[in-house]
């Protein structure tokens, strides 16, 4: 009996000892495995392909003074696209209500595609004032697509769509591609997306398109919309935000922009439209001197993409063009002066043959800028372009001080497009072209390819 008790007494006390022992025991490891909150608010991402929709219409009416508005949908017709096909049918009122509330003139369009047994199909949904037309193509593209059925060519039928539809030349049409797929093309040469995005691109300048994406994050759909003045929208919540200006080198991120003469007069412009100016004379202050040969024909180009942000953003504006050189080794300067307006064909025309010699910016700010005479209601804008810093010269008494104040008593905003004063300055600019942009409320870029200044001048 005694033996018992203590056989069941040491067995109380070892089941308490390890009933205690699991109690202040810590938790598994794998329990301590929690989700990383950061990680995962870094992962979501709002996708609404109505407000996707209706943000596009906004913008498309933002500046109709013309009240027309034209919509050309690209819908991608493979299996996978079922569900986004419905959210596009359903959310299409939304958008005809954003447009009603500006215009009573739209009209839309549509071009399906996909790849049906490895051959790919487009088709085209000429122009209708009245959207269930498009609506009514929408529903045939989804009851279509069946498991045999790819995404398609995407690449080839923008570049159906934008050889085919007839576009009216007084408005900015608005085409949205819609796909969850990459885009792609069937021509067979090397390279052959980027050369068949080139040609979209023309297209698009050509016809007065702005390219949109609800699609995936691909560089191609990034830099469609960069370079026809569009917008990316994500198709679904995997997909990250992409903009073809934006690249890295590196480490480093920077603005692809600033890599390109063309990409500035661009920025420039998109600068100009944020301030919402009225009526705005525009005038180059444009280095006429020999340095500059081989930028002219990017600089022609520059002034295509500024024409095409202004009339999108629908900016009155008028362009002129102050020229200037000088012969060589400080010789006496020449400054011309063509006050607004110009057509931009003429701009692009004067920016050609440039002349042999030097060049003196300041001699150009003092003697042209007075001469303009910008009549009161409109905006000075003065956007120098020169691949040299500015020479100091002292026989006519022109100093940075003076040129600045030129400007300032002309109401103008300067931009500059410039030179590089030495590769071991830690502001690169020189100091006239970068506080001119600054005190007039402009901004200041080295031009890419810009000739390192001689110390000496």
Known sequence: MKNWILLLTGSLLIGWTLAATAQVQPPRRKQRMLVNT??????????????????????????????KVDVVFVVDGGWRMGSVIAELEKHLVEMLGVIEQKTMDYRFALVGFQAVQGEPRV?????????????????????????????????????????????????????????????????????????????????????????????????????????????????DATQRPMSGQRIRSGDTIADKALLRIDGLFKRIAENLVESRPGKVDVVFVFDYSRSMERKVAAACDGIDRMVSVFNAAGIDYRFGLIRFWAGIGGGESTVVITKPSLEPQQVKSLFRLPKMGDEHLLDAIMEGVPKLRTPAERELVLVIVTDETTSQRTDKGYTAGKAIAVCRGARARVYVIGGVSSMSSKTLGDNFQRQVAQLTKGIHYIMPGATIADPRR
């Open 123 to 235: 088709s085209l949904h000429q122009w209708q004032s009245d959207y269930l037309g498009v609506e009514n193509a929408l529903r045939e593209i989804r009851v279509k697509s069946g498991n045999n059925v790819e995404s398609g060519y995407g690449l080839d039928a923008l570049m159906k769509g934008l050889n085919e539809f007839e576009f009216r030349t007084d408005i900015a049409t608005q085409l949205i591609v819609v796909s969850n797929s990459r885009m792609r093309t069937s021509w067979p040469e090397a390279k052959a997306k980027s050369k068949v995005a080139e040609q979209l691109i023309a297209l698009c300048h050509q016809n007065n398109v702005h390219l949109n994406f609800i699609g995936i994050s691909e560089k191609v759909q990034a830099e469609l919309t960069d370079e026809t003045g569009g917008k990316w929208y994500p198709v």
């Open 38 to 67: 950061a990680a995962k608010k870094e992962k979501t991402f709002t996708v609404d392909i109505g407000e996707s929709l209706k943000d596009i219409a906004k913008r498309a009416t933002q500046h109709s003074q013309n009240s």
